[in-house]
């Protein structure tokens, strides 16, 4: 049996900074946490002040060198780049450094790689990896001409850029097709859901902000809980009493982050759909983080990007354990605020009224005495609305329950 050793990448960290320094240096922490997560050591940063970046190098020429420089100090055996690089610069800077240059999107396609684990996840991911690597494919001249084998087929025949070009083109159709089959699954879920009458409350919020924690903590839904960013990509859906008679439908997402590629916000659709029509929004903050501010920011701005409006948001400040002093914090887009703890189980029975609020303001309460022939109206009830109390008299059955506007004219 042979053992193979684990080999730690070091890279060094590089950004450009257009104007505003001090995000730019938040941006490359969080680049820094997205490296760990995804196993890799970081040596050094380096940031440029430029109004752009340059379009051949990403950074420019005094700063390739200074570059070189901290590679050869540290020893690092590759860099990785803030932004989304373009086929040109990913082969230029290669050329230049002689080591391996990732940018930010490739970091979070390898991270979601390596933490996809149902067949949605992965057809998710690996779309999202072709069409990535689609994009980037740049040819090497006729070097790269194949000659067919046998009488008749003599010629340049196909090149490898075309053959891989056109493999890729049909493994993405056979992804797309895979999972078109999954998203009329979810559809036939999500009528069922509306059938039964039961809401539905999407987990949204910053990746790490404790979503996966709050749902396990409301329902003990045993998702796996880590420090490490993107913890979990698959939507979990558990059910939620939130007292006696009303139930409700919680649903964790997957979490979001500055500059989030382009091609994962369109492979993750169907997932990230689960937002566009749950019923209410549970919006998890982590409230320990010194960039709580903008973090709030990439949430709504991404929700809109969704097309996600006009849903009550309940906002919870997470994570109040690690505070050292508590401060009155306040969504001012949000319809409720909530101090919450997933740890110490502080806010979650505030944030169970809070639902319940929510629920019914779309429901009208009623008490009705029924003759015995009209039972089937009580079924109606049991099915889409909540029975609070029934009672059998000599007059016919007394009804006490909570029932959707749109059922109460058949009522």
Not at 4 to 20: C, K, N, R, S, Y
Not at 23 to 29: F, G, I, N, Y
Not at 114 to 121: D, H, L, M, Q, W
Request: hydrophobic share 40%.
């Amino acid at each position: 049996m042979y053992e193979t050793e684990h080999i730690e990448e070091t890279v060094i960290l590089v950004g450009v900074d257009a104007g505003d320094g001090e995000m730019q240096e938040r941006s490359l922490d969080e680049l820094a946490e997205l490296a760990k997560t995804a196993g890799a050591k970081v040596a050094g940063r380096l940031i440029q002040a430029r109004q752009s970046v340059h379009p051949g190098t990403y950074i420019g020429k005094g700063k390739l060198l200074e570059l070189k420089d901290i590679l050869w100090e540290t020893e690092a055996t590759g860099i990785i780049c803030d932004d989304e690089l373009t086929s040109a610069q990913l082969g230029n800077l290669e050329a230049e450094l002689s080591c391996k240059v990732i940018d930010r999107t490739l970091l979070i396609l390898d991270i979601f790689a390596a933490r996809a684990v149902s067949g949605e996840g992965k057809i998710q991911v690996e779309l999202a990896q072709l069409r990535y690597r689609a994009s980037r494919l740049t040819g090497l001249g006729r070097s790269l001409s194949r000659l067919g084998g046998g009488i008749g087929t003599r010629g340049p025949g196909e090149k490898k850029l075309e053959m891989d070009r056109r493999l890729i083109r049909e493994r993405i159709s056979r992804l797309k097709r895979e999972l078109k089959d999954v998203e009329k699954h979810r559809e036939l879920i999500r009528a069922q859901r509306k059938q039964s009458g039961l809401k539905v409350a999407a987990l949204v919020g910053y990746t790490s902000a404790g979503k996966s924690s709050i749902e396990n903590a409301l329902t003990d839904a045993g998702i796996l809980e880590d420090a490490m960013l993107f913890s979990t990509l698959d939507t979990t859906t558990r059910s939620l009493m939130l007292d006696s008679t009303q139930e409700i439908l919680i649903t964790d997402t997957v979490g979001f982050i500055r500059k989030l590629p382009h091609h994962l916000v369109e492979a993750f659709k169907s997932t990230l759909e689960e937002v566009k029509y749950a019923d209410i929004i549970v919006h998890v903050v982590d409230a320990s983080n010194p960039q709580m501010d903008e973090q709030m920011h990439v949430v709504y701005d991404t929700l809109r990007q969704l097309g996600v409006s006009g849903r009550p948001v309940v906002t919870l400040f997470n994570k109040q354990d690690k505070l050292e002093t508590q401060i009155n914090q306040r969504d001012f887009q949000a319809d409720y605020s909530i101090p919450t703890s997933a740890k110490t189980g502080q806010g979650l029975e505030e944030l169970k009224k809070a639902l319940l609020e929510i629920i019914r303001k779309d429901q009208i309460y009623i008490e009705r005495l029924y003759d015995f022939s009209e039972a089937g109206r009580i079924q109606l009830i049991r099915s889409r609305g909540q029975l609070l109390s029934e009672e059998y008299v000599p007059e016919g059955i007394a009804v006490k329950a909570y029932v959707p506007a749109d059922i109460y004219g058949k009522l």
